[in-house]
């Protein structure tokens, strides 16, 4: 809050007023005060006049000397009782539900100050006011995206069981079939309630991690060796250029695999088959750069970045109903924690997801 100059005081405004009007009510008065004086004098000489009426005639000049007090205090003040109208007028407005309504600022004085403050007010509260909208807008877009996840898989589950439950399958090896399909759906049932769960739990403002120091090219060999066979099951070669230098970071490791993991599988998920997928892990003086890179067919049509949204799935994972669009949120989510950052390019036909975590110093 900035302090007010003195002379900008409302007190000192409302003394000075006092003071001018005192002094235009003198003035007046003086003016007014000889044939008002010329009227007592002349009662006192002329006895047919009675005294009564002298009295009156002095009464009067004080109550016309209230009067032009009272006037020329109220021109003086009439701007400020107006401003502070159109405050309480825009205040009732506000609080009628026009949020964002703001006040003209006029003059330095305590007024302009509360002016200023429902401003701000004001505009907080519709800054605020919209972002509730969003989450609500949110969360409704959630359930319903969770309803229908949920419900698909689900679906087809008590279909088969009713299948089965009824007898209608002509030998074994349909039942079996049944049970076959039935087990992958409560599978990927289970899949996406995991990952819904991951998801919650990240989004929660206190969520902990389990940091510890480690060495990240060490990590990283470690995980890309274990990925190699199913790479290479997937048509998949991995061209990996590691830096050969020890990089301590303290990271969450569960989470960090996690997002690992996540990117891996999706090259797997969604590269063109055969290709090669790139890997590639250097640091700079502050900061780790690992890069993923891989193959796909078609470009992205819309925004790449949106695939980090929550529940965003590509034409490829829609197709034959694979993931849940949940992964790369969740690794967003991960990388924020840890005050890094990731994000995805296209060029030429290739994807990159590029992850960059600070380096603590040690
Ligand atoms: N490496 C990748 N190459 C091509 N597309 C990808 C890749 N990773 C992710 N995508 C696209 O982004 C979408 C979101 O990915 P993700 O959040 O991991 O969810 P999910 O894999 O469960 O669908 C995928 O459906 C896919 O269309
Ligand atoms: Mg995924």
Same mark, same amino acid.
């Given at each position: 809050?900035t302090?007010? &100059?003195?002379?900008?005081k409302?007190?000192?405004?409302l003394?000075?007023?006092?003071? %001018? ?7 007046v ?27 009156v ?6 109550f ?9 205090f %109220?021109?003086?003040?009439r ?7 159109? *405050? ?23 007024l ?36 229908h ?12 069981? &009713? ?7 002509? !030998? #074994? ?16 049932? &289970?899949?996406? *309630? ?6 919650? /739990? ?11 120091? *480690? ?5 990283? #060999? ?5 990925? *190699? ?10 061209? &990996? ?37 790139l ?6 003086? !502050?900061?780790? %750069?690992?890069?993923?890179?891989? /193959?796909?067919e ?7 970045n ?10 490829n ?29 296209y060029?030429?036909?290739? %994807? ?9 110093p040690?």
């Amino acid at each position: 809050m900035t302090t007010i &100059k003195f002379r900008n005081k409302l007190s000192f405004q409302l003394l000075v007023m006092i003071v %001018i009007s005192l002094f235009g009510t003198i003035l007046v008065m003086s003016v007014l005060s000889r044939p008002i004086f010329e009227l007592i004098r002349l009662t006192m000489n002329n006895e047919n006049l009675l005294v009564v009426q002298a009295s009156v005639a002095f009464f009067g000049w004080f109550f016309i000397a209230i009067v032009t007090f009272v006037l020329i205090f %109220i021109m003086l003040v009439r701007k400020k009782i107006l401003y502070l109208k159109l *405050i309480s007028d825009t205040v009732q407005h506000i609080a009628s539900g026009q949020l964002g309504q703001t006040i003209d600022i006029k003059g330095k004085d305590e007024l302009s100050q509360l002016a200023m403050n429902i401003n701000y007010m004001s505009q907080e509260l519709e800054h605020k006011f919209i972002q509730e909208r969003q989450i609500e807008k949110e969360k409704n877009e959630l359930i319903t995206n969770i309803s229908h996840d949920l419900r698909t898989p689900l679906t087809s589950i008590i279909g088969y069981l &009713k299948l089965i439950k009824d007898g209608q399958y002509r !030998h #074994q090896e349909q039942l079996h079939e049944y049970f076959e399909t039935i087990y992958s759906k409560s599978s990927r049932l &289970k899949h996406l *309630i995991d990952e819904l769960f991951e998801f919650s /739990r990240l989004s929660s403002p206190d969520v902990k991690l389990n940091l510890s120091r *480690i060495d990240m090219t060490g990590l990283l #060999q470690q995980i890309i060796g274990e990925y *190699i066979p199913i790479f290479e099951e997937q048509q998949l070669t991995v061209e &990996k250029s590691l830096t050969d230098e020890d990089i301590y970071v303290v990271i969450d490791i569960e989470k960090m695999v996690r997002v690992y993991e996540n990117l891996f599988i999706n090259a797997i998920k969604y590269s063109q088959k055969p290709s090669e997928i790139l890997i590639s892990f250097e640091a700079e003086e !502050h900061t780790t %750069i690992l890069k993923v890179s891989n /193959r796909i067919e078609n470009p992205p049509k819309e925004s790449i970045n949106k695939m980090f949204e929550r529940f965003f799935k590509g034409d490829n994972a829609r197709k034959d109903a694979q993931g849940t669009g949940l992964g790369l949120s969740i690794a967003k989510r991960i990388m924020e924690l840890h005050h890094g950052d990731i994000y995805a390019e296209y060029k030429n036909g290739w %994807i990159t997801f590029t992850l960059l975590l600070p380096i603590k110093p040690k």
